[in-house]
């Protein structure tokens, strides 16, 4: 079974930074196109960030140029370096697949990003 665990949020203050980890176990992320979602309180789930199996990346307009994803296959480990935060920023934020052909696992636990002053 696949089992997704996020950690790393926290609160910060407006242009701050905070990294996110997602630790996989029961997939292989090296072959598997993986992405950072959020959700704040009163919309809808969106992806901020993809990473493919070829490390090429993709980012809401939203983020790029802050936000950075990164994978270590040996550790089974996907990243988000999330700078210059913003209050907009607040939300959970989750990790999972992001791919149209490979089915998606169960949600995680996910973990809060709070950005206020």
């Known amino acids: 079974q696949v089992h997704l665990v996020e950690s790393g949020g926290g609160l910060v203050q407006p242009g701050g930074s905070l990294r996110l980890s997602c630790a996989a176990s029961?997939?292989?992320?090296?072959?598997?196109?993986m992405g950072w979602y959020r959700q704040a309180p009163g919309k809808q789930r969106e992806l901020v960030a993809r990473?493919?199996?070829?490390?090429?990346?993709v980012y809401a307009d939203s983020v790029k140029g802050r936000f950075t994803i990164s994978r270590d296959n040996a550790k089974n480990t996907v990243y988000l370096q999330m700078n210059n935060l913003k209050p907009e920023d607040t939300a959970v934020y989750y990790c999972?697949?992001?791919?149209?052909?490979?089915?998606?696992?169960?949600w995680g636990q996910g973990t809060q990003v709070t950005v206020s002053s």
């Open positions: 999972n697949t992001a791919s149209s052909i490979t089915p998606m696992p169960n």
């Open positions: 029961g997939i292989i992320l090296s072959i598997n196109a």
């Open positions: 990473i493919i199996s070829n490390g090429n990346t």
